[in-house]
């Protein structure tokens, strides 16, 4: 079993920031890889960065160069600085865990770009 809890959403004007976490606990040395999704009202779960343990990393064309993932192993978190945030960036975001057996995802946080 892995539990993930994510942090760090909120409203935010365009052009902002924010940082989400993601801890994870539990079974966490059988963790893969960790990912983060998101979901706007309307639309399809997408994924957003992803990251290996070994640390190679994948982004949605639409938040490179803008997101970046990175993960502290020693804490058990990933993290996802986003910045120049845009009002399409607007969505709940996940974390998921992928472990050999089945992947886990956390409960999800709201970001809102607005002004």
């Known amino acids: 079993q892995v539990q993930l809890v994510e942090s760090g959403g909120g409203l935010v004007q365009p052009g902002g920031s924010l940082r989400l976490s993601c801890a994870a606990s539990?079974?966490?040395?059988?963790?893969?890889?960790m990912g983060w999704y998101r979901q706007a009202p309307g639309k399809q779960r997408e994924l957003v960065a992803a990251?290996?343990?070994?640390?190679?990393?994948n982004y949605a064309d639409s938040v490179k160069g803008r997101f970046t993932i990175s993960r502290d192993n020693a804490k058990n978190t990933v993290y996802l600085q986003m910045n120049s945030l845009k009002p399409e960036d607007t969505a709940v975001y996940y974390c998921?865990?992928?472990?050999?057996?089945?992947?886990?995802w956390g409960q999800g946080t709201q970001v809102t770009v607005s002004s």
């Open positions: 990251i290996t343990t070994g640390g190679s990393t």
């Open positions: 998921k865990a992928l472990l050999p057996w089945r992947e886990y």
């Open positions: 539990g079974s966490v040395k059988s963790i893969n890889g």
